[in-house]
């Protein structure tokens, strides 16, 4: 037996604990039979093609930290036909049941008012118009605009904000069987969303940053299959590195929105 020197012996070893290192990290713990169905990371300028929006004018891609990324810039120009989020951007072609969806999420400003000028406005943010509210959106089971539900993430919960809601030709209702008082957006920070979707069970559960404790959980969840996308009610933020695993994904052409 030649013998291996140790250094390249423990440069070895080094090599394949970082390696086994660098996929637990990527890989999230998935149901038997899930396999990756989309992924987005928004390096192509045709990656806007991917979506169909509530109003195209107010999504653009930009560079944050020299990383080009899916940008919400400011208000759309859309009447719902029942009370709900007015920034939508769903993933055309694809409709999912069951999945799980990672994605990055950096939680811009407070309406359009980048978040820094809008804090230099206020001695005490906290108590300023809005900044509970302050939130970023996560669409699910979209079937069309009056059926679908949507995860709201925001400083701070009420009957209407941090909530699990859903719109069924009606304006959206709260239906969150667990959730935690809020999330801190930060300033100019980036928050790793998990949303975790079973249509057997009739849940959904949604984890920030902890990928192992959900800090939203509801129960009962209708609308089995549908469209998946991002927005906001009416603030603004960043969106990067979307990846969705599921049992399968059902190709759908059908479009929304002028």
Same mark, same amino acid.
């Given at each position: /037996?030649?013998p291996?020197?140790?250094?390249r ?5 080094f ?6 290192h660098?996929?637990a ?9 899930y396999?990756?169905q989309y992924?987005?990371?928004?390096k192509s300028?045709?990656?806007l093609?991917d979506? /169909?929006?509530t109003d195209p004018s107010?999504?653009a ?8 990324v899916?940008?919400l ?5 859309y009447?719902?036909p029942?009370?709900?989020p007015l920034?939508?951007?769903l !993933?055309?072609?694809k ?5 799980v969806?990672?994605?990055d999420?950096?939680?811009?400003g407070v309406?359009?008012?980048p978040i820094?000028e809008y804090?230099k406005?206020?001695?005490n943010?906290a108590d300023?118009?809005?900044y509970?509210?302050?939130?970023f959106?996560f ?5 069309d605009p009056?059926?679908f539900?949507y995860?709201?993430?925001a400083?701070a ?7 699990v809601?859903?719109?069924n030709?009606a304006p959206r ?5 667990f959730?935690t008082?809020?999330?801190?957006w930060g300033?100019?920070?980036w928050?790793?969303?998990r949303?975790v979707?079973d249509i057997v069970?009739?849940t959904v ?6 990928m192992?404790?959900? !800090? ?8 089995e299959?549908g469209f998946?996308g ?10 990067d590195n ?9 190709a759908?052409?059908?479009t929304?929105?002028?």
């Amino acid at each position: /037996m030649i013998p291996i020197p140790k250094t390249r012996f423990f440069a070895g070893l080094f090599s394949l604990v970082f390696c086994a290192h660098l996929l637990a990290a990527k890989a999230p713990d998935l149901p038997t039979g899930y396999s990756l169905q989309y992924q987005q990371s928004f390096k192509s300028k045709k990656a806007l093609a991917d979506f /169909m929006m509530t109003d195209p004018s107010a999504w653009a891609l930009a560079k944050s930290d020299g990383n080009t990324v899916l940008a919400l810039l400011g208000a759309s120009d859309y009447s719902p036909p029942h009370r709900s989020p007015l920034n939508i951007a769903l !993933i055309k072609g694809k409709t999912f049941g069951s999945f799980v969806l990672e994605v990055d999420i950096q939680q811009t400003g407070v309406k359009g008012t980048p978040i820094n000028e809008y804090m230099k406005q206020y001695e005490n943010a906290a108590d300023a118009p809005g900044y509970a509210h302050r939130d970023f959106c996560f669409f699910f089971g979209f079937e069309d605009p009056s059926h679908f539900m949507y995860i709201h993430i925001a400083k701070a919960g009420d009957n209407n904000a941090h909530n699990v809601f859903v719109v069924n030709e009606a304006p959206r209702t709260p239906i969150t069987d667990f959730r935690t008082l809020g999330a801190d957006w930060g300033v100019e920070e980036w928050r790793k969303i998990r949303i975790v979707r079973d249509i057997v069970k009739g849940t959904v559960a949604l984890y920030f940053d902890d990928m192992l404790t959900p !800090i939203m959980i509801a129960d009962d969840v209708p609308f089995e299959k549908g469209f998946i996308g991002f927005g906001s009610f009416d603030d603004i933020g960043y969106v990067d590195n979307i990846k969705i695993w599921a049992p399968e994904s059902s190709a759908r052409k059908q479009t929304f929105f002028k």
